[in-house]
């Protein structure tokens, strides 16, 4: 006799790009940050004023991130280590929400990025968009799995002129990048 074995189906569903969970670098040092930044170095998006003394503050735009999620900025400058600081996204609503990041940045230029992971478990969860009308769920209400595993995080990283990532994590570390 042999052992009795089914065939499942276990999707990975993908939000649709522009929708969900949003990451955008709004403002460095009161500069407004153009809204389609290149991201290259020769050209600048932001230029800092020399006088300007650190820490400076960095605002992140977030879009359907819960709220009080913490949101890291990093700065990889051009020579040198790379420096990070992390807050909260605690201005305004799960749906539009803002955080102010203080960091003392080097001198000189680099690439900046701002990363958010938030965990997807209980009722501060992450949401997946739904059709309009229904219900929001968390993404643990779903039921969503990958390998056997429930997802318990999302990672989502957005760097300027670079198109956002996003990666779905299992509760074992396991990384599932969205191409």
């Known amino acids: 006799m042999r052992g009795a074995y089914t065939q499942g189906f276990q999707p990975i569903i993908l939000p649709v790009p522009g929708q969900g969970i949003q990451l955008a670098i709004q ?32 605002v992140v735009r977030c879009t359907n991130v819960p709220l009080n999620s913490g949101i890291t900025v990093v700065v990889q400058p051009a020579n040198g280590a ?9 201005a305004g609503t799960a749906a539009a929400s803002t955080a102010t990041v ?32 229904a219900k929001t769920r968390s993404l643990a209400e779903t039921g969503w799995t990958a390998g056997g595993e429930r997802f318990a995080q999302i990672e989502i990283t957005a760097a300027l002129g670079g198109a956002q990532r996003v990666a779905y994590i299992t509760a074992s570390g396991k990384r599932y990048e969205v191409k």
């Open 82 to 90: 790379a420096v990070q600081a992390v807050s909260l996204n605690n």
């Open 102 to 133: 203080s960091l003392a940045m080097p001198r000189g230029g680099g690439i900046i990025y701002a990363k958010a992971v938030t965990g997807l478990a209980g009722g501060g969860g992450a949401s997946i968009s739904t059709p309009a009308g």
């Open 27 to 58: 403002s460095i040092a009161g500069v407004a940050v153009a809204a389609n930044p290149s991201g290259v170095l020769v050209n600048p998006d932001v230029i800092v004023p020399a006088q300007q003394t650190n820490p400076v503050s960095i």
